[in-house]
């Protein structure tokens, strides 16, 4: 899939709530990591690693409102319907791959 770059406001709300979102995976998966070394639970850790991803799907629909919002406003106020829809597609069909 093509990446398009693009800037954010340094420190704008979104911002700020993505990489909040993206700490807490982060401790998650380091907690996951000791749980394993410390032999832990195979069914704690597998709840706690359901936690990660629940926590990563957080930070994909914060993100996927964020493009719909901006990113793709923009394209239809610009006629590219096709290209909004392609992408917002391409998405929803890697998620049903999960």
Do not use: P, W
């Amino acid at each position: 899939m093509k990446s398009h770059k693009h800037t954010h406001s340094t420190g704008s709300d979104y911002e700020k709530k993505a990489i909040r979102r993206l700490r807490i995976a982060e401790g998650q998966v380091r907690g996951l990591e000791k749980m394993l070394l410390d032999g832990k639970y195979c069914i704690d850790i597998i709840n706690q690693s359901q936690a990660v991803k629940e926590a990563l799907a957080g930070f994909e629909n914060l993100v996927l409102e964020h493009h719909l919002k901006t990113h793709v406003a923009e394209q239809m106020k610009k006629g590219e319907q096709a290209k909004a829809a392609k992408e917002i597609l391409s998405v929803y069909k890697i998620s049903r791959k999960k």
